[in-house]
């Protein structure tokens, strides 16, 4: 189990979130202690009470109105935006209204019913058999558990996580999405680049009742103020606390 240091340091960002290796040596040369320094608890609660004013009204943005339906725009957010994938389940959701009806249409229909999410193939064949299993399994409902969502294909902890919270209410652990991965590491609240020990730094250092709330508020920020290239760090809430202000050049 990874451990959570502190550091006045900037935390070198993984090469996806680099242009290229001038920026990286910008953002090196660039390096400063925060003007305010907090330990890793410390710092993730200041985090949460300057994003929830930030954010007060901070949740997901994917349209559903039933457990198998966050289940399945989830799983179609991979690696795409929310805006598309709830203009997609806009029609998809009035078509499939039943795990029995993603098991039995035609796979070649189900990926054109998706395609401009991307990555149609996967997800069409995720979906369906996913649909499979609830009904030979879980008399066709959405399962409870995080065991038991792991084990429908193409479901793993992050998509686990926002079921469980938005379906059922119940908090189990931390979605570590993109947003999240960044955000988390520029802050200072992690190292790791696996998203399952980010999960688990994020939930050592933040108390149970925010852990879902947190990745709200990071995906907002993220999609509003600490962009992946360029962070708006003049404009952040959080720039006196963050070990990456200012660095971005």
């Not at 502190?6 to 242009?19: E, G, H």
């Not at 598309?84 to 009035?94: A, D, E, G, P, S």
Request: aromatic residues 6%.
């Amino acid at each position: 189990m990874s451990r959570v240091t502190v550091t006045s340091k900037l935390l070198i960002l993984p090469p996806s979130q680099l242009t290229n290796q001038r920026s990286t040596s910008k953002e090196n040369k660039n390096m400063h202690k925060p003007e305010i320094q907090l330990e890793p608890k410390q710092r993730a609660a200041k985090i949460i009470e300057l994003l929830e004013k930030q954010y007060p009204n901070a949740k997901t943005a994917l349209n559903y109105s039933n457990p198998l339906e966050i289940l399945v725009a989830t799983m179609l957010s991979a690696q795409t935006t929310d805006e598309r994938v709830n203009i997609v389940t806009r029609t998809l959701f009035k078509k499939y209204h039943i795990p029995e009806d993603y098991a039995k249409v035609e796979i070649k229909e189900l990926e054109q019913d998706i395609r401009s999410t991307g990555f149609y193939h996967n997800k069409a064949r995720n979906l369906q058999n996913a649909a499979k299993l609830l009904v030979e399994k879980y008399h066709s409902q959405v399962p409870r558990t995080m065991d038991e969502l792991l084990e429908l294909p193409g479901v793993a902890r992050k998509t686990a996580n926002i079921v469980l919270y938005n379906a059922y209410g119940d908090t189990v652990g931390i979605a570590v999405d993109t947003h999240v991965h960044r955000l988390s590491q520029r802050l200072g609240l992690t190292e790791n680049e696996d998203q399952n020990k980010i999960e688990q730094d994020l939930m050592r250092i933040t108390p149970k009742e925010k852990w879902m709330k947190i990745t709200d508020l990071l995906i907002f920020h993220g999609r509003q103020v600490c962009f992946a290239r360029k962070p708006n760090c003049q404009g952040c809430v959080l720039n006196k606390i963050c070990p990456c202000a200012f660095a971005f050049g």
